[in-house]
């Protein structure tokens, strides 16, 4: 997560101890969760780091719209011009042969107002694709740039499936599927625990002889 500390975004945890309270909207784990993510396939061998990618991503988005065999670069909050506004700062753009695609990450958020718009029209080069990871996300395009919605759990099954697998990234799918789990939305990987159907007090009162109708002593 250093990325995230390093790119300021993450400054409150250098703050732990004081009086200052970081929750709710003021928590940023959205740029932690892109900067453990994201930042950890920054690591791995340069042979790794595609099949990491199509496992985060989809196989298909990675195949069809950030083809080659050149390193894959990738760039964690970088800014862009745009004219009348200071700038525009996409979650993580991925580059590989003069090709480009938009990873706009969200974690208890939702999207601005033209956000992926202005993202689409300010990156260079321009975007083969924009990914939308953990939101959905009904269209097809963003000025005419096809849109692919991922959802978290997509991502954990898919993490999960390579850590079964012997190859290697096999360890980074596991640590990711893990890490996941361990969030405060890690219930929707795990499974939500079964109801409880039977409550003996409720059985006993409503149901026991000396509270039934056709006890004759009622």
């Not at 689409?120 to 083969?128: C, G, I, M, R, T």
């Amino acid at each position: 997560m250093l990325e995230a500390v390093a790119k300021r975004k993450a400054h409150w945890l250098l703050r732990a101890g004081s009086s200052e309270r970081y929750t709710g909207g003021k928590r940023p784990q959205e740029d932690l969760v892109t900067s453990a993510v994201f930042g950890s396939i920054r690591l791995m061998p340069l042979d790794a780091q595609r099949p990491a990618l199509s496992t985060l991503l989809g196989e298909k988005v990675i195949d069809d719209h950030l083809p080659g065999t050149g390193q894959i670069k990738i760039d964690l909050w970088p800014r862009f011009h745009k004219v009348g506004r200071i700038y525009v700062e996409p979650d993580v753009v991925l580059t590989c042969d003069a090709r480009c695609l938009v990873v706009e990450v969200k974690w208890h958020a939702v999207l601005g107002k033209d956000q992926l718009e202005d993202q689409v029209l300010s990156v260079d080069p321009k975007a083969s694709a924009v990914v939308l990871l953990g939101e959905n996300d009904q269209r097809d395009a963003v000025h005419g740039v096809p849109l692919f919605p991922r959802s978290w759990r997509s991502v954990a099954e898919s993490c999960g499936r390579a850590a079964r697998e012997t190859s290697q990234i096999s360890s980074w799918a596991n640590t990711i599927a893990e890490f996941l789990k361990q969030t405060d939305v890690g219930a929707v990987f795990t499974g939500i625990p079964e109801p409880i159907l039977h409550a003996p007090y409720l059985t006993e009162y409503y149901f026991s002889p000396r509270n039934s109708t056709d006890d004759p002593n009622h």
